[in-house]
C-alpha cells in the first residue's frame, strides 16, 4: 500500500515567513509523529498524535511552531515568522498506534533565508 | 541520563566483515525495540524490530536483545557498501512513545 506522504519535498521561504508542511500517513495508522533533523544531527521529536487524544506537544521548541491534525488523517505543521535555526529536515512518520513501529515519509527540506 | 544511547561512531568496518552495533536503554520496562537505517539525505527506514529476550534474524541483519543488561545489538554479516549509512535505535518506554538514539554511523570499506 501507499507510503507517508509529505508535501511539498522542498521549501524554500525568507525569514519572517510563515509556512505549512504536509503529511498524509498510512492509512488506517492513528499515531502520527513530527520530527526535525539538522544536517548531522539526530531526530528531534516534534509532536504526537495519537486517535482523539490530545497532542502530545512537548517536543515543540517555540510557540511559533504549531500543529494540527484532521479527521484523524492528514497533519498540517505550521511555522510562523520563520527564523534561518527552523532549516531542517521535517519529517513526519505514522504508526498503527503508539505501540508498534513507526514508517516515515520523505520529509520536507526547509530552507529559511 | 539519555534514555537511549549510541555510540556515535563513525564505526569502519572492512568489506565482507561483521558489523556490531549496539544501543543501551533506560527503562527497565521497555518492551519493543526497533533498529531503522538511514541514508545520507534519506528518511529512516525500519529494518529490524524484536520483541522478546533472545537473537532475532532476517537475512544478514540480526537483532539481539537482553533486557536484563538493557542492551539491544544489531549485527550485519557479510557487510557491503551499500550498508554505509546511519543506524538508529528505537525503544518504546513503558507507557510511552517510541524514543530515537542518536545514531550510529557505519561505513564499510571495499
Known amino acids: 500500500g501507499a507510503g507517508v506522504s509529505q508535501s511539498p519535498s522542498n521549501k524554500v521561504t525568507e525569514k519572517g515567513k510563515d509556512v505549512e508542511l504536509r503529511c498524509d500517513p498510512i492509512?488506517?495508522?492513528?499515531?502520527l509523529y513530527w520530527y526535525r533533523q539538522s544536517l548531522g544531527q539526530g531526530l528531534e521529536f516534534l509532536i504526537y498524535?495519537?486517535?482523539?487524544?490530545?497532542?502530545?506537544k512537548s517536543g515543540l521548541p517555540s510557540d511559533r511552531f504549531s500543529a494540527e491534525r484532521t479527521g484523524g488523517s492528514v497533519s498540517t505543521l505550521t511555522i510562523q515568522r520563520t527564523q534561518q535555526e527552523d532549516s531542517a529536515v521535517y519529517l513526519c512518520?505514522?504508526?498503527?498506534?503508539?505501540?508498534?513501529?513507526?514508517?516515515f515519509g520523505p520529509g520536507t527540506r526547509l530552507t529559511v533565508t | 541520563q539519555k534514555e537511549v544511547e549510541q555510540n556515535s561512531g563513525p564505526l569502519s568496518v572492512p568489506e565482507g566483515a561483521i558489523a556490531s552495533l549496539n544501543c543501551t536503554y533506560s527503562?527497565?520496562?521497555?518492551?519493543?525495540f526497533f533498529w531503522y537505517r538511514q541514508y545520507s539525505g534519506k528518511s529512516p527506514e525500519l529494518i529490524m524490530f524484536?520483541?522478546?529476550?533472545g537473537d532475532k534474524e532476517d537475512g544478514r541483519f540480526t537483532a539481539q536483545l537482553n533486557k536484563a543488561s538493557q542492551y539491544v545489538s544489531l549485527l550485519i554479516r557479510d557487510s557491503q557498501p551499500s550498508d554505509s549509512a546511519t543506524y538508529l535505535c528505537?525503544?518504546?518506554?513503558?507507557?510511552?512513545?517510541?524514543?530515537f538514539g542518536q545514531g550510529t554511523e557505519l561505513s564499510v570499506k571495499p
Open positions: 512518520a505514522s504508526s498503527r498506534t503508539d505501540f508498534y513501529e513507526q514508517y
Open positions: 492509512s488506517g495508522h492513528t499515531a
Open positions: 498524535f495519537q486517535g482523539n487524544s490530545a497532542p502530545d
Open positions: 527503562d527497565r520496562g521497555s518492551q519493543s
Open positions: 524484536i520483541y522478546s529476550n
Open positions: 528505537a525503544v518504546i518506554p513503558q507507557g510511552g512513545k517510541l524514543i
